[in-house]
């Protein structure tokens, strides 16, 4: 399993998060979530310093409105 399986599974661990999970073509990956904000800091501690797959470089956050649209956490 990948990077986007491992996040995933970590957002439905942490509960009450939806958005996906999506590889970019430079070997990025794009992190997208909603909900509580406490569920998302927990969510970006993890990527930061958790037992992720692979290496992790750097994490870019952006705060913003949540747009809703969702339908769970998604592996795209």
């Known amino acids: 399993m990948g990077f ?4 995933r599974a970590k957002a439905l661990e ?3 998060l939806s958005g ?3 590889n970019l073509g430079d070997g990025r990956v794009q992190v997208v979530a ?3 904000r406490a569920d998302c800091e927990q969510l970006l501690d993890w990527l930061r310093n958790g ?3 692979g290496r992790v470089d750097g994490v870019t956050e952006i705060w913003d409105t949540p747009r ?3 339908d769970g956490f998604a592996v795209r």
């Open 4 to 7: 986007r399986w491992f996040t």
């Open 14 to 16: 942490i509960g009450g």
């Open 20 to 22: 996906f999970a999506l």
């Open 34 to 36: 909603e909900g509580r």
């Open 51 to 53: 037992d992720t797959p």
């Open 68 to 70: 809703g649209g969702y």
